[in-house]
């Protein structure tokens, strides 16, 4: 029994082990036959097997307690979830066991750690747990800046021109770069190839000249943005699936944002949405626009069955505004409104849904309008287009212009 036991130690404690098998046993005491009851003996915490999972393609699992079951599909897990995963397992199984010094034994996490996690999770949601990304590190060795910009102006102005004839362009201007480093940068800027570039400088001339060429349709260099001179030029609009909330339904919002200023509006429904449901929104649209002094001259739509029923298309005729469709499988024609979806689900549904339950969609709606007070008046917005300006300050310009 003692040799049995005596192999669970590490050799450097072997002898620290004999001696108490030894007192134990004259002692007239059972020694012990398993690894806790020896290390109970010696004095020493008794630490459970903590399981570390590396980065691989499969079950979202437990880091404690790995789940025994198969699943029928592949998930891809990052360490980002898996640490996130833990750190939610820690809150809830303190809220379980009503003991957080229990709970942080059990998970081997120090209670300190704990009230950070969980300070973080009363605050901002439960997705305030999981790993910031961090940034990309500045070495000091890198290309600088202004060289970056030289090169990327030059691939622009000659986009035929190849890494090698690029390096001596900037060799003329003072700057010695490699043709190796040329071509990494032009990766990185997705102007690696000679196509890119071709394409990227003809889109940037449709955009300021006008002049649209069959590069230019296929490629463009940012993705696809609608322009506008004023308010109300072009209104983007969009549905968008929020959930199925359980006592409410399939949950719609129809989006509106205003290609000029970048203006949001939205309406919460229960679906599915029809043309009823559209028609509605842009009266409430026009109402809520009508209140700045802007006025609805086209509006911008994809190809969903509200947007194209007959019944939509004769309301628009009859108040006079111009419907544009953006061509069938290309939601980037619709960048604005797609954009901002992304946005309000990150920004809004998501941390709400985390803080407290909606049981009508009066209350969704509430929540929806105060999201978009910050948005359109305080939440700056750091796009190629607002250039850290919020809506609010672009829609001023605009009346302050017409003013003068």
Request: net charge positive; with cysteine; charged share 25%.
């Amino acid at each position: 029994m003692g040799e049995h036991l005596v192999c669970f130690c590490q050799p450097a404690i072997r002898r620290l082990a004999q001696r108490s098998i030894v007192k134990l046993e004259q002692r007239g005491s059972r020694v012990p036959d398993a690894r806790a009851g020896l290390f109970g003996a010696l004095g020493l915490p008794v630490r459970g097997l903590r399981l570390h999972i590396p980065h691989l393609v499969g079950a979202v699992v437990d880091p404690v307690a790995p789940s025994t079951e198969t699943t029928k599909e592949s998930t891809t897990v990052t360490p980002d979830e898996i640490i996130a995963h833990r750190r939610r397992r820690l809150l809830a199984l303190a809220d379980e066991l009503g003991n957080v010094s229990e709970a942080c034994r059990q998970m081997g996490v120090s209670r300190t750690r704990y009230y950070e996690w969980k300070r973080l999770a009363d605050l901002y949601g439960l997705e305030a747990l999981t790993p910031k990304p961090r940034r990309k590190p500045q070495l000091p060795n890198a290309t600088p800046t202004h060289v970056v910009s030289e090169l990327l102006t030059a691939a622009l102005h000659e986009p035929t021109l190849g890494a090698r004839q690029l390096a001596d362009r900037l060799c003329e201007r003072g700057f010695a770069i490699a043709k190796t480093t040329v071509q990494k940068l032009l990766n990185t800027h997705e102007l690696g190839r000679r196509r890119q570039r071709v394409a990227r400088a003809a889109a940037l001339a449709a955009q300021t000249s006008g002049l649209l060429t069959e590069a230019a349709r296929d490629e463009g260099p940012f993705g696809f943005c609608h322009f506008a001179a004023a308010p109300g030029d072009l209104v983007a609009m969009d549905s968008f699936y929020i959930g199925n909330l359980k006592g409410v339904g399939k949950v719609y919002q129809l989006t509106a944002v205003d290609t000029a200023t970048r203006w949001a509006i939205v309406m919460i429904l229960v679906g599915p949405v029809n043309a009823t449901h559209s028609i509605a929104f842009v009266d409430h649209v026009v109402r809520r626009m009508r209140r700045f002094g802007v006025s609805i001259r086209a509006i911008l739509t994809d190809n969903g069955p509200e947007w194209v029923a007959q019944g939509f298309r004769a309301h628009l005729a009859a108040k006079g505004f111009s419907h544009r469709r953006i061509p069938p499988r290309s939601p980037n024609h619709n960048a604005v409104c797609e954009r901002f979806h992304g946005t309000i689900l990150q920004e809004c549904w998501r941390p709400a849904f985390h803080r407290r339950r909606f049981s009508s969609i009066r209350q969704l709606q509430a929540e929806g309008d105060a999201f978009l007070v910050t948005y359109n008046t305080r939440r700056r917005n750091h796009g190629d287009f607002m250039r850290g300006r919020t809506p609010r300050e672009v829609l001023d310009a605009h009346q302050s212009r017409k003013a003068s």
